[in-house]
């Protein structure tokens, strides 16, 4: 009997006493419990709230496009040299022609003679990439309004009408079919070359026996004992710039941007050419 008395004493359940570890859990459940509840009815708050609409950034209004005036007429235009065809006529005969894409070209820069001393329009032909340019020739673009920098610039003659920055000049603004115009290229280079190929010299005799079949023989004179400057001698030939004059203007493709020009025209295929009036 002593022994249960002792053990009922000991257990702290019979006298109606929690342990320590007990307590501490329920306070913290109950500290819990009100955080968790207010979280979950938050987060169905937050479900049922619907989202605030984003406003709408305000468009800025677009700048209105400047009004330019007609394209003008120009003593030249920016070209490139495609190849050679041939075509047709009316009366059926074969053309030899040469393709070249003449234009568009934009007017970046126009010359004034209270300014500049004359009257002329710099053109540009062919877009290129904004990170290829440095920042004045940029400055100089963004100036024309232009929305790509040009790769190829050139002043031609203004002969009639205003000239103003940002303008478009295609073929049919500046040349007619049958007129005659003046190509100016860079002509294919073709290396070192002796007289015979290079100027036409005659050559002396083919026979046995000659020493001089292709050599240019004397090259100065006995007087001042040099050589004469411009005296034609072997060297580098093709590579510089030529002007093929009397060329014909025979067919104009305005929605392909294309001239047809009767006969060969200097330089090789994809060559820049400056297509001139006469």
């Given at each position: 009997m002593?022994?249960?008395?002792?053990?009922?004493?000991?257990?702290?359940?019979?006298?109606?006493?929690?342990?320590?570890a007990?307590t501490?859990?329920?306070?913290?459940?109950a500290?819990?419990a009100?955080?968790?509840?207010?979280?979950?009815?938050?987060?169905?708050?937050?479900?049922e709230?619907?989202a605030?609409?984003?406003a709408?950034?305000?468009?800025t209004?677009?700048q209105?496009?400047r009004?330019?005036?007609?394209?003008?007429?120009?003593?030249?235009?920016?070209?490139?040299?495609?190849g050679?065809t041939?075509?047709?006529?009316?009366?059926?005969?074969m053309?030899?022609?040469?393709v070249?894409?003449?234009?568009?070209?934009?007017?970046v820069q126009?010359?004034t003679?209270e300014k500049?001393?004359?009257?002329?329009?710099?053109i540009?032909?062919?877009?290129?990439?904004?990170?290829?340019v440095?920042?004045?020739?940029?400055?100089?673009?963004?100036?024309?309004?232009?929305?790509?920098p040009?790769?190829?610039?050139?002043?031609?003659?203004?002969?009639?009408?205003?000239?103003?920055?940002?303008?478009?000049?295609?073929a049919?603004?500046v040349f007619t079919?049958?007129?005659?115009?003046?190509?100016?290229?860079?002509?294919?280079?073709k290396?070192?070359?002796?007289?015979?190929?290079?100027y036409?010299?005659?050559?002396?005799?083919?026979?046995?026996g000659?020493?001089?079949?292709?050599r240019?023989?004397?090259?100065?004179?006995?007087?001042?004992q040099?050589?004469?400057?411009?005296?034609?001698?072997?060297?580098?030939?093709g590579g510089?710039?030529?002007?093929?004059?009397n060329l014909?203007?025979?067919?104009?493709?305005?929605?392909?941007n294309?001239?047809?020009?009767k006969?060969?025209?200097?330089?090789?295929?994809?060559?820049i050419?400056y297509?001139?009036?006469?």
């Amino acid at each position: 009997m002593q022994e249960e008395k002792q053990l009922t004493e000991e257990t702290p359940q019979a006298n109606g006493e929690q342990p320590e570890a007990a307590t501490q859990t329920e306070s913290a459940e109950a500290i819990v419990a009100p955080e968790a509840e207010a979280g979950a009815a938050g987060a169905a708050a937050t479900q049922e709230t619907p989202a605030e609409p984003v406003a709408a950034a305000e468009a800025t209004p677009a700048q209105p496009k400047r009004e330019l005036p007609p394209p003008p007429v120009l003593k030249g235009l920016i070209g490139r040299k495609l190849g050679m065809t041939h075509i047709f006529d009316e009366n059926g005969r074969m053309v030899a022609v040469t393709v070249v894409e003449l234009g568009p070209c934009y007017v970046v820069q126009v010359r004034t003679p209270e300014k500049d001393g004359y009257s002329a329009a710099q053109i540009g032909f062919e877009p290129m990439k904004t990170q290829r340019v440095n920042k004045p020739m940029m400055g100089i673009f963004k100036k024309a309004a232009l929305d790509k920098p040009l790769r190829h610039l050139k002043e031609f003659e203004i002969i009639d009408g205003q000239a103003v920055s940002g303008q478009e000049v295609r073929a049919e603004h500046v040349f007619t079919e049958g007129e005659t115009v003046k190509v100016t290229g860079i002509s294919k280079g073709k290396g070192f070359a002796g007289v015979v190929r290079r100027y036409g010299f005659a050559g002396g005799p083919m026979t046995h026996g000659s020493m001089t079949h292709r050599r240019p023989l004397s090259s100065g004179a006995t007087g001042p004992q040099r050589v004469f400057k411009g005296k034609r001698m072997p060297g580098r030939m093709g590579g510089e710039q030529v002007t093929t004059r009397n060329l014909t203007i025979v067919k104009i493709l305005a929605g392909q941007n294309r001239v047809l020009i009767k006969g060969a025209v200097p330089g090789g295929r994809g060559s820049i050419v400056y297509v001139q009036k006469q």
